[in-house]
């Protein structure tokens, strides 16, 4: 197959001093029109080469009310719990050595859940979500092949068993701008990519141009904020961009928010995709699985977390 110039020549050419994030309509993201399905993976392209980040707007079969409950009757009322009762559940009571395992992407027999009694329904609420997210994600795929002029299947095998993680964050009103503290520092996330649900109306992501710019992405209506990780970067020599953001919830209001962080079979071979690579060009990243680059990463932030707890 031949080597797509335009896709080297729109990574060289590319500009990440953008001033807002792109919007784009997902509403026919099943469609089976040919031209449609290349006209939304244009812009998707466009939005992956030039800004790191998208919004992914009006997704069908996922009401914009689903996340939206999921906050209002389910995390509030867990964040509102006892600090002892919050800690019975902490996340370093299900992580063992840096060691996971996913099955049908979810983190099998690692899960904590708090007790039916003190938050009823959260985790029947929870895994309804959940699960529907995950079929947006994988969604999402297809169209990341043909954005990057290969078959939409090429993703079909390395996506059996997707790493999919995702938390529920709660984030106190931050009373000093200062980077890192109650929110979260600069940082860039390390899947393929990460689809974010931000709780209206609180503003607190921030995405970094290349002139050192902090671009607002505030929550919107029907909408998802997509960004995409170092996983995905990797397999395109930088061809996509995994662009620095952070959060900081500067408002006086409780913020809350939804990420999930989503990557492939963890045997999956992270070798650079042909199509990202001009006559002659070597990649950057040596060959590593999926799997021990995700592991190196999660030990890191966990090691961290451990250090700072």
């Not at 006892?82 to 370093?92: G, L, N, R």
């Not at 996983?231 to 900081?248: C, E, G, I, M, Y």
């Not at 690579?277 to 999660?298: C, D, H, M, N, W």
Request: aromatic share 12%.
């Amino acid at each position: 197959m031949p080597l797509p110039q335009f896709l080297v020549s729109k990574a060289s050419v590319a500009s990440s001093s953008f001033d807002a994030i792109p919007v784009i309509d997902f509403s026919n993201l099943y469609s089976t029109d040919s031209a449609e399905r290349r006209a939304l993976a244009d812009k998707i392209l466009d939005a992956c080469v030039n800004v790191g980040f998208f919004y992914l707007k009006d997704p069908p079969g996922l009401p914009a009310s689903l996340p939206y409950d999921i906050i209002e009757k389910h995390a509030k009322r867990f964040f509102a719990l006892p600090q002892a009762e919050k800690d019975a559940i902490d996340i370093h009571k299900s992580w063992e050595d840096g060691k996971y395992e996913s099955d049908a992407g979810e983190m099998a027999g690692t899960n904590v859940w708090p007790n039916e009694n003190m938050v009823p329904g959260f985790r029947e609420g929870i895994l309804e979500y959940y699960h529907a997210v995950v079929q947006l994600g994988l969604a999402l795929f297809p169209l990341f092949a043909l954005a990057l002029d290969l078959p939409e299947n090429f993703f079909d095998d390395k996506t059996t068993r997707p790493a999919a993680i995702m938390r529920i964050l709660h984030y106190p009103p931050q009373p000093e701008p200062v980077d890192g503290i109650l929110g979260i520092g600069r940082h860039t996330d390390y899947e393929c990519f990460t689809l974010l649900y931000q709780h209206p109306p609180v503003r607190a992501l921030q995405v970094q141009n290349t002139d050192g710019v902090w671009i607002d992405a505030d929550p919107m209506d029907g909408a998802f904020v997509v960004n995409i990780g170092d996983q995905l970067a990797r397999w395109t020599n930088d061809v996509f961009k995994s662009t620095p953001h952070r959060a900081r919830n500067l408002s006086g209001q409780e913020r809350y928010s939804m990420p999930l962080f989503f990557g492939t079979d963890y045997d999956v071979l992270l070798e650079t995709i042909p199509t990202c690579l001009a006559p002659g060009e070597k990649p950057k990243y040596p060959i590593v699985t999926a799997g021990e680059y995700v592991k190196s990463r999660l030990a890191e932030t966990y090691q961290h977390s451990r250090t700072d707890s």
